[in-house]
Structure formats: structure tokens, C-alpha cells
């Protein structure tokens, strides 16, 4: 027998979830099916104060029912980790599905002892055209990798983990802490990653290890998603300052944005009362400059790929700025709120 049959570690499951109804009985059916040893394989479900009918539809299945009182996605993460007993720690939310070799995929990148944690790719589960732009946008909604990589620093804004689909060994989390609790909103996961890889563990994106994700179905709910991540960022601004990588790359984007839009207003300004017509060619250069590279961009996607759906060179890149402006508005947003408590 080789080395990699006889690898086998216990594993925690944990599940955040909040009014996740609609959502959640597919996951855990999905959990059921895992091919792993069950004497080594427990499924914690933490509720955040659902108000529907969570509880109900999890206390069906045979896993551990937590409930966690206060905010966010980490206090429930935190909440599982002490009460799991897996080596290895792995976490995915209420709105995903997951294949029944998941786990397994996911032990064998721990097999290296100097890995600290795993994560791998997050595609669409619906088939409609708002999810299928999600993952094949210049800047995917969730983390897709190409190849598997081994490496020692995380690397804004794609290179790190989604909590959907990551895990991490547990005597890591007990040498560099659990996850940080003032982060709220977006970039949950991220901060703790970036602790694991300050502490010289590698970090594995491995492209077999995949779980499907319910994306978002209509615009607005995109947009509202992705505010809400440009506000995590700007939290996590606030509490890490210049400390984070994430940080440094959130601030360099609303000074990039920042810095495009009063340079457009300052060739506006010019154009209405100088007249130049090089100047309003600037003007214009600066206006349709992002979507045309867009277009460029999703044209050669298209064809490469033999995908024919011309409409996605023209609907893609409106949909990535009003992205980019969203996440960062909620940024900046999140910077200027003082009502968020930060514990130290």
C-alpha cells in the first residue's frame, strides 16, 4: 500500500449558515454522499440566528447543530473549530454543493507536512447566463485556478483560498490563531490566510478540489454582493491597516479609481470651457478606454474558446465595471463608517 492510501486524517465539516433554507439540504445531501471514511469524517452546521426553517431542515441529517449569537461568518467559523475534532479543518458555505471526492482530493494536498492550508475552485452550479459570467469574468465572483500551485504567499486579488472551498490543519490554527472576528462582509477568510503564510506554511490551490456554488441570479444581487465585499475590504483596512497585503491592495484600488475619476472630471471641466478637440479626445480616451480593452479581452475569450455568444463581449465588460465600481464605493463606504465596533 502506498503512501497515499495510508494517509488518512480525521477531518471537521464546518458549515456557517443564516436563513440558508433554500439552500442547505442540497449541501448536506451532497455531504452525505462524501467517500471518505465516516469514522473519520464529522459535519458541524453553525446557525447564525436563522429566522426561517434552517434548523429544522439540518436537525434531519446526522451532523452536530451549533447556534452562534454573534455577527458574521467568522464567530460561527470560530464556533465550529471549537467544537471539531478533525486534524484537518475544512469549510464551505450553505450555498454550495460538493462531489463525493472532495475530501479526498483535499488530504492528499496535505500530505506535504509544511502545508497549512488548501483551497481550490469554486464554478457555478446554475447554467444561466449571469452565473456563467461569474465565472468566466476577467475577475471571477469566486476563486478559479488553472494549475495547481504550492506557495508561500498569498497574492491579491486571485491568488488566496474562498472559505467556500478551504481548509486548514488544525495544529496551524492553533499556532497562528483562529479567524479574526472584526472582519466582516467580505475578505473573511483572507486575513487568517495570510497569517498561515507569514508563518512559513505553504498554501495549496489545487484545481481538483472543487465544490459548485449557487451564485448570485440577478444583477442587483450581484452589485449588492460585490458592495459588500468592497466594504469588507475597507474593514479590513481599518483593522489592519498597511499590516495586510489585502489592505494595501484594496487602497491601491480606490486611489486607481479615484484617480480615473478626477481625471475625467478635470478633462469634462476642459472640454466645456476650452473647446479643445484634443482634449476631448482625451476625455474620450479615458471614458472607453476600460470597456474597449473589455471587449478586446472577452473577443479573444469568445472566439479561443469556439463559445459563439457574441452577446457576452458587450454585456461582460458593462457588467465588470459596474463591478468595480461597486466594490469600490462599499470601500470607501466602510472606511468613512465609524459605527462598526473593532475589538482589539
Same mark, same amino acid.
Given at each position: ?22 439552500t442547505?439540504? =442540497?449541501?448536506? %445531501? ?11 469524517? =464529522? +459535519?458541524?452546521? +453553525? ?17 452536530k ?8 461568518l ?35 494536498d ?25 465565472? =468566466?469574468?476577467?475577475?471571477? +465572483?469566486?476563486?478559479?485556478?488553472k ?23 488544525r %495544529?496551524v ?65 481599518? +483593522? ?16 486607481g ?24 479626445a ?28 457574441i ?19 462599499g470601500a470607501?463606504?466602510?472606511?468613512l463608517?465609524?459605527?462598526?465596533k473593532? =475589538?482589539?
Amino acid at each position: 500500500m502506498n503512501c497515499e492510501c495510508q494517509f488518512s486524517p480525521t477531518v471537521s465539516i464546518i458549515v456557517p449558515v443564516k436563513n440558508g433554507a433554500t439552500t442547505v439540504q =442540497e449541501l448536506l %445531501e451532497s455531504l452525505m454522499q462524501i467517500d471518505y471514511d465516516k469514522e473519520k469524517l =464529522e +459535519v458541524i452546521v +453553525v446557525d447564525g440566528n436563522s429566522t426561517d426553517n434552517t434548523r429544522e431542515i439540518v436537525s434531519k441529517f446526522p451532523v452536530k447543530l451549533l447556534k452562534e449569537k454573534r455577527p458574521g461568518l467568522n464567530a460561527a467559523r470560530n464556533t465550529g473549530i471549537e467544537y471539531s475534532k478533525g486534524e484537518i479543518i475544512v469549510f464551505t458555505d450553505c450555498d454550495c454543493v460538493v462531489p463525493e471526492n472532495w475530501i479526498r482530493k483535499i488530504t492528499e494536498d496535505f500530505q506535504d507536512p509544511q502545508v497549512g492550508c488548501v483551497g481550490g475552485n469554486i464554478f457555478g452550479y446554475y447554467s444561466n447566463f449571469l452565473s456563467q459570467y461569474s465565472d =468566466e469574468s476577467v475577475m471571477p +465572483v469566486m476563486r478559479i485556478f488553472k494549475n495547481r500551485e504550492v506557495l508561500g504567499s498569498v497574492k491579491p486579488p486571485l491568488q488566496y483560498p474562498a472559505g467556500c472551498n478551504m481548509a486548514i490543519k488544525r %495544529e496551524v490554527i492553533e499556532k497562528v490563531g483562529v479567524f479574526n472576528e472584526n472582519i466582516k462582509y467580505g475578505f473573511d477568510e483572507d486575513e487568517l490566510v495570510e497569517r498561515i503564510c507569514k508563518k512559513k506554511y505553504k498554501m495549496v490551490l489545487d484545481p481538483k478540489v472543487v465544490v459548485k456554488h449557487k451564485h448570485r441570479l440577478t444583477l442587483p444581487e450581484l452589485l449588492k454582493q460585490t458592495f459588500q465585499y468592497g466594504r469588507g475590504g475597507g474593514l479590513l483596512s481599518r +483593522v489592519r491597516r498597511m499590516e495586510s497585503v489585502f489592505s494595501k491592495w484594496v487602497l491601491l484600488c480606490m486611489l486607481g479609481f479615484a484617480i480615473w475619476i478626477s481625471t475625467i472630471l478635470l478633462f469634462a471641466f476642459l472640454t466645456a470651457f476650452v473647446g479643445s478637440t484634443t482634449i476631448l479626445a482625451i476625455l474620450l480616451t479615458l471614458l472607453f478606454l476600460p470597456p474597449i480593452g473589455l471587449m478586446i479581452f472577452y473577443t479573444h475569450h469568445t472566439f479561443n474558446n469556439k463559445d459563439g455568444k457574441i452577446r457576452k463581449i458587450l454585456v461582460y465588460p458593462v457588467i465588470d465595471i459596474m463591478r468595480s465600481i461597486a466594490f469600490v464605493v462599499g470601500a470607501i463606504y466602510q472606511l468613512l463608517k465609524l459605527e462598526d465596533k473593532i =475589538e482589539k
